[in-house]
């Protein structure tokens, strides 16, 4: 297995997108620290991966708070030994209710901004000294491709993954000295909770899914903007991710990786 006697964190880990990471991470050989609000469900998520035969702890954490994320780094290393690969997974697409409001709110801004890109500043703040100091480690941001290009009905997300694009590059380049790996993924079409809710906002403010169910709106979109014309899934994430951490892709760093079934040819 590629990545043997490896410890990943992955915030935002015990359900969606971050637990399939986590799984297929773990599918490879890697001990998991699953990060996550809900320690009830990251608890879950810890034993399904410790049935693949690995390592796992969950460790409750909230991104915003620099504190938790700190001695989220000191729990890996005590616990599991080390630390190689990060993994910033964990994101909100607005406020609460923010699903419910035909227009972004100014604590929808906000609410992207403290998490999406906050969260992980405040994660690169408290683990990069670690992986500086024995010089190697992997990290991957998780974007999307609504930040590369803007959508109307979701400003905010939209501006705050754009702004997750352009700060892996900026930290690519100040980790490259060090031989860390700094890359983004750029997740496409999934059917998800928080599409459930995205589908509902464009229900009322695109003409084009005027009154249809968040479900009908989501495989519409498959169908009008994807070239492959099938939605992706968590687990294509996983796989994208496993590949970036692993040594095949040692020259790949800087980079935005759309994963999207063709939805951004650029």
């Known amino acids: 297995m590629i990545l043997d006697n490896q410890v990943a964190i992955v915030t935002g880990g015990a359900t969606g997108i971050g637990k399939a990471i986590a799984l297929a991470l773990a599918a490879e050989g890697a001990d998991i620290v699953v990060a996550d609000l809900n320690k009830k469900i990251a608890t879950k998520t810890a034993a399904e991966i410790e049935a693949l035969g690995v390592k796992s702890i969950a460790v409750v954490c909230d991104v915003t708070k620099p504190w938790m994320v700190k001695k989220l780094g000191a729990t890996a290393i005590e616990k599991l030994g080390r630390l190689d690969i990060l993994i910033n997974n964990a994101g909100v697409a607005g406020g609460p209710g923010w699903y419910e409001h035909a227009r972004s709110r100014e604590e929808d801004w906000i609410a992207c901004y403290e998490v999406n890109v906050k969260g992980i500043f ?32 979701l400003p905010h997300y939209s501006a705050s ?31 998800t ?50 590949f970036l951490v692993s040594e095949d892709a040692r020259n790949i760093t800087g980079q935005a990786i759309n994963v999207d079934g063709g939805a951004f040819m650029r």
């Open 161 to 191: 993954k754009a702004a997750v694009i352009n700060y892996t590059q900026s930290l690519a380049a100040d980790m490259a000295p060090y031989d860390i790996n700094v890359n983004a993924v750029c997740p496409g079409l999934l059917w």
């Open 122 to 153: 405040n994660c690169i703040e408290a683990i990069a000294p670690i992986m500086k100091e024995q010089r190697s480690g992997k990290i991957v941001n998780l974007a999307s491709i609504a930040g590369r290009e803007g959508r109307p009905a």
């Open 193 to 242: 909770p928080m599409w459930g809710q995205v589908g509902q906002r464009y229900a009322q403010t695109n003409p084009d899914y005027a009154e249809m169910p968040a479900r009908e709106v989501f495989d519409k979109m498959v169908a009008d903007i994807i070239p492959l014309g099938r939605e992706q899934t968590p687990e294509d994430i996983g796989d994208c991710v496993v």
